[in-house]
Each structure stands twice: as structure tokens, then as C-alpha cells.
């Protein structure tokens, strides 16, 4: 019988949605048929891996250092096949700046941004003249500290606040109009959802709160841009294995473009990526063995 590792936890602001998502995981290996064992990201963990010697490790990790590259260097250095993406992909997307750079390099929209990495950079901000405006942390996820800003004062107040907390922050143009969102995984593209929320933003309170947000597939033509799109970027950043990628639709410019793209999707039975595979005709079972 093969033998998994479910690593979950650990110390970002998202670790109880990787408790959660390591929890649905590991059940559903349970029932595919295999000895599962699931880790805390801490200390001792290299011993406790060892003791247990498994065939594939499932890191269900949300922030750093498990979705940075972090813990996949480590267990590549321990010698242990890993379900994902590897360290380069990982640190790619985790930060993204970079990950915009390379999109944009590529031709694929993404919003108008600039990057501050330091209190001395506040000038570059001081520029900045498009309103509303987006600031939030260039790393991590579920749009922890994400916020919207409505002029000049309140945009440098809030990138003093996030540098006090992230190494470096994003002051991004935002993007009026539909949000989407579409999953990739074993080599194939799902449905994409149109994420419809009961506020303004689709923030870590609407995504983590039952009933603050509505989620329809997508259909017709707009269906098929969104899975080119993203097909586009998966190709970019040269992910082979799985992602989630968010995106706006500028109905003023009929254009989409690409928020940000996530390595290690949330992995509840009601997270975006298992519900794309339901549409699809999978169970989330199936999704799961898709993914190893």
C-alpha cells in the first residue's frame, strides 16, 4: 500500500485553512486506498518523515514557507517526491511581482502596478494617481491584508502599515468588473467560475464565510477566453502540475485581466478548485488522484 505524508500548518496567516484543506485531503486518500499520515509543519518534522518513510508527500501549505518554494527545496533535499509544483514555479508565484513581470513579458494582462520594498520608496507612491487603488503584501494569499484605497492619504497609510508586516508591497490599478477564476490540474483545464460577492470584495472574510459569496460556471464564449487565458499562463510560468488563476473582465475594455496565481489551491470539499472538478463530472476523490 502506498504511503503519503499530508504536511499542513505551519505559521502564515493562512495555516488554519491548511488544516482544514489538509483534513478533506487526507480523507479522501483514506478512502482512494492509501496509508495516510498527515505532519504539522514544525520542528522535529524530518524526523517524524523518516520514521514514516513515505512513498509522495502532499504538502497542502497556504502562504510561506510551504507555497514559496521553502518546503519543496526541503524535501527535495530529503530525497522525497512531492505532489505540485517545484521550487522554481513555487518562489515564481508566491511573489507576485515577479510573476507579473514574466506575464506581462509574455503579453498577458495584468494590472498596472508598482512594487515597494521599502519605507524610502514612498515617493514612487506619491505618483501614483489611478483611484481606486489596490494595496496588498507581494506574497501570500486568500487576500490576507488586501485592501481597497480611495485617494493619496489612505494609499500611503496603507502601504506604511503592510511593509510594517510583508517585505514588500503592491499598490495595483483595480480592475472594475466580473472576477473569475479557473483550475488547472493534471495536465487538465476546468470550468472556470464567476465569482459573485454579497459586499464589494472578495476578501478573506467572503471567501472563508459560508454564504457571503455566489459562484456560477461560466459559459459561451467568455468560458473558452478564461481557459485560454489561463492556459497562457500556465504555460508562462511553466506550471505542470496544478494552479488556481484569478481574474478580472474590463467590460470597458473587453479584456481580461490576470490577478494573481495560486500554486496550492484551497482543498476543502467547498474550496474553488474541487467545485470547478464537480462541474466537470469529478468527484473530489478523483480530483485528488488527478493530482498525484
Known sequence: MKRIAVIYGGTSPEANISRKSARAVSKALKNLGYLVKEFELEKGLVTKLAEFSPDLVFPILHGSPGEDGTV?????????????????????CMDKDWAKRLLETFGINTPRWV???????????EKWNSFPAVVKPATGGSSVGLRVVNNLSELKSSVIEILNLSEKVLVEEFIEGREFTCGFAGGRIFTPLEIIPKKSLY???TKYTEGLAEFK??????????KSLTAKVVKALEIKK????????????????????NTIPGMTETSLLPLMAKIDGLTFEELIELIL
Open 72 to 92: 519543496q527545496g526541503f524535501l527535495e533535499c530529503l530525497g522525497l517526491p512531492y505532489v505540485g509544483e517545484g521550487v522554481k514555479v513555487s518562489a515564481l
Open 115 to 125: 512594487a515597494i520594498k521599502d519605507k524610502k520608496e514612498l515617493p514612487a507612491v
Open 242 to 261: 496544478l494552479c488556481r488563476v484569478d481574474f478580472r473582465y474590463d467590460s470597458s475594455k473587453e479584456r481580461l485581466f490576470v490577478l494573481e496565481v
Open 217 to 226: 460556471p461560466v459559459k459561451g464564449e467568455l468560458r473558452e477566453e478564461v
Open 203 to 205: 476578501d478573506f472574510e
